[in-house]
């Protein structure tokens, strides 16, 4: 397939100067997405949040947020209770999220049962997170 890429490159265009793309020119970049990760699980210790296995978040308190981007796609999320002195619990995950490219999105880690949290994730049609959710 790379050979039939390289063969159409060169016979096109007939030195017009055109616009093809060469084999060795990188591919254009990924479409990011916008990510503001939020504690909103009152009942337990701050948490310590992953994003494939990336620590994106420590010690994040009730009502905290953390803003981030990461490519468009799949990405594994998981989240720890940050316990001092001890060992940190996992909580929610580690499970596959979906982003669109080109979207913001808020995404709220909240209390589900005793010892467990959900992920609510919130897609933001403008394009923008909103500094505060709830703010009044």
């Known amino acids: 397939m790379l050979l039939g890429f390289a063969g159409l490159g060169a016979c096109g265009g007939g030195g017009d100067g055109g616009s093809s793309q060469s084999a060795s020119e990188p591919p254009p970049?990924?479409?990011t997405v916008g990510l503001r990760l939020i504690n909103a699980g009152?009942?337990?210790a701050p948490l310590d949040v992953l994003v494939d296995g990336k620590t994106v978040a420590t010690n994040l308190d009730f009502g905290q947020a953390v803003q981030l981007s990461v490519?468009?796609?799949s990405h594994q999320v998981r989240a720890y209770w940050d316990v001092p002195g001890g060992s940190n619990s996992s909580v929610y995950g580690p499970a596959d999220v979906s982003f669109d490219a080109n979207t913001s999105y808020a995404v709220a880690l909240e209390d589900a049962s005793p010892g467990?949290?959900?992920l609510?994730?919130?897609p933001q049609p403008s394009g923008?997170?909103?500094a505060q959710l709830g703010a009044q």
Do not use: I, K, N, R
Request: net charge negative; aromatic share 6%; glycine share 6%.
């Open 120 to 122: 609510d994730v919130l």
């Open 29 to 31: 970049p990924a479409a």
């Open 128 to 130: 923008a997170v909103p």
């Open 42 to 44: 009152w009942t337990e």
């Open 116 to 118: 467990e949290m959900s």
């Open 71 to 73: 490519a468009a796609g």
